[in-house]
């Protein structure tokens, strides 16, 4: 079996999504780790279009690609910043800006409007061709202002109201075991193996 190649420069993602391939029998590489620096122009509609672009650039590597386009979707702004959540604030993208903007659009919002959602859609390439895409999401409100030091994007603003904690305030073990990633990441790894009929990549 080909090596598995993450679509992705984020080295947040990455190593989030590395977690769950940590117990798979094959070899896992990032864009960063072969050197590849071209831009991928994501331009899709919808998660599903975007994940597939990227992992399709690593499928025509030689690799199995992998890759998560996600995004935050707040109810009171229809959807918004949905995939453009990176660069919601304007280019290049930047975390802070971007919270700043999202904090200035819900000033005003009642508690009970402040409904979001985070969503992940990872997507798998192979290298003749074989496309495969699992969502996962994980409900939250959006807070009135930051909470937390760790994780990065939108992160100290999503408050996951089952812990009372945000994403900011988790450790990375209790993040992945509830985030849009963990769950779609959680679908992917059933759907590789019974695809491949190999070892699950999360045991
Ligand atoms: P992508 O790299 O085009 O998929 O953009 C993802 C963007 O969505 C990131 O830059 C963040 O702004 C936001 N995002 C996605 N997942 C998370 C997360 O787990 N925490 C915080 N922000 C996230």
């Given at each position: 079996?080909p ?7 984020n ?9 769950f391939?940590k117990?798979?029998?094959?070899e ?14 994501e331009?899709g ?10 992992a ?12 998560d ?16 959540s ?12 971007n919270?700043?903007?999202l ?10 409007k ?11 390439v ?22 937390g ?8 603003l999503f408050?996951y ?6 994403f900011?305030?988790m ?15 959680q679908?992917?790894?059933s759907?590789?193996?019974?695809r491949?009929?190999c ?5």
């Open positions: 079996m090596d598995i190649l993450i679509a992705t420069h080295s947040h993602k990455a190593m989030e999504l590395k977690f391939l117990d798979s029998n094959v896992i590489k990032t864009f960063s780790d072969i050197g590849y620096n071209d831009e991928v122009v331009d509609k919808t998660f599903e279009e975007n994940a597939l672009i990227k399709r650039v690593a499928a025509s590597l030689g690799y199995i690609g992998i890759a386009d996600s995004g935050l979707c707040v109810d009171y702004l229809k959807g918004e910043p949905g995939v453009y990176a660069r919601y604030a304007g280019e290049p993208c930047d975390d802070e800006k919270n700043d903007k904090l200035d659009l819900m000033k005003d919002v009642d508690d009970e402040r409904t979001a959602k985070f969503v992940s859609v990872i997507a798998c192979t290298p003749d061709g074989k496309e495969f895409c699992c969502r996962g999401e994980c409900l939250g409100v959006i807070m009135k202002s930051r909470r030091n760790g994780g990065f994007g939108y992160d100290p408050l109201r089952e812990l009372n904690k945000t900011a305030e450790n990375a073990e209790e993040k992945n075991s509830v985030s849009h990633r963990a769950r779609a990441m679908k992917f790894a759907e590789f193996s019974r491949f009929n070892q699950s990549p999360h045991s």
